[in-house]
C-alpha cells in the first residue's frame, strides 16, 4: 500500500511531515521541529507516532523530539555524526543505510554541506525523498559547516534520484528563491513555469512542495551549476561546477 503524508507548518517557516504506513499502521515524523502543530497532525489523521527521522542537528529541527518522545515512546533515527549533538538518539545512521517506518523502506543518503553530517532519507517503493535544508524548492541550504564542493556533491545525489521522486525539504522559502533564482536565470522557462504554479498555490493558500526532482532539475539555479548558461550567467563560463554553484550561493547569500 503507499505511504501517506501529512505536511503542515511548524514554528515560523518550518515544514513539518509526517509519514504513514496504512499496512502497519506506523508512522514517523521527519524532523521535530516543534511538538504541538505535531502532535495536532497525529490526532488530525489518527495516527500514532513510532518514529522521529532526523535530517539534522539544527534546533528548529530537533526541539520538539524530547516531549514527542515522552509522549509516544517512539524510536528516534539521527545522523551518525551528528548523534552527540542530539537528544534522545535511539539509533543512527549512514550512507546506504536501510531506515523502516513500518513497511516503507528507505535508504539514507548522506548530504554533507549545510551542516557536516546532514542526511537524507529516499523511500524508493513511493519515490519520496526527504532531504531537510539541504536542497529547497529552487533553493538550497545555507553551506553552514561544509564547503561548496561538499554541499554541490550533496545535491548532485540528490538530482541523480527518479525524476518522478517527490521530495520534503525542511522550509517553506519557494517564493523568495525564486525572486533569487529570476536574477539568475531571467530566461529560463522552466522556472517561469514554477514561478507561476508557485504564485497560484500562494493564492490558494497552499504549500508550494512537495516538487518533484525532474521539476526541480529544469528550474533550480543551485541543481544547474554544470549547465553552461548558469556559468556564463555569473561570469564563470569555463570553471569547475562547483566553483558556479559558489558563486551563486554567493550571491544568494548577499541577496
Ligand atoms: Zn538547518
Ligand atoms: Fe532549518
Redesign the pocket.
Known sequence: MPAQTDLFLCLKDNFGVLLHDPQSGATAAIDAPEAAPIEAALQKNGWRLTDILV????A??TQGIGALKEHHHCRVVAPRDEAKRIAHVDETVGEGDIVRVGSLESRVIDTPG??AG?ISYFFPADKLAFV??TLFSIGC??V?EGNAEMMWNSLLKLRALPDETRFYC??EYTEANIRFAKTVEPGNKALAARAQEVANLTAAHRFTIPATIGAEKAANPFLRADDPEVARAVGLAGSPAWKVFAEVRERKNRS
Do not use: A, L, M
Request: charged fraction near 20%; proline fraction near 0%; charge should be negative.
Open positions: 535530517t539534522h542537528h539544527h528548529d529541527h549545510h551542516t546532514h531537510g535544508d541550504g545555507r553552514i525542511g522550509h
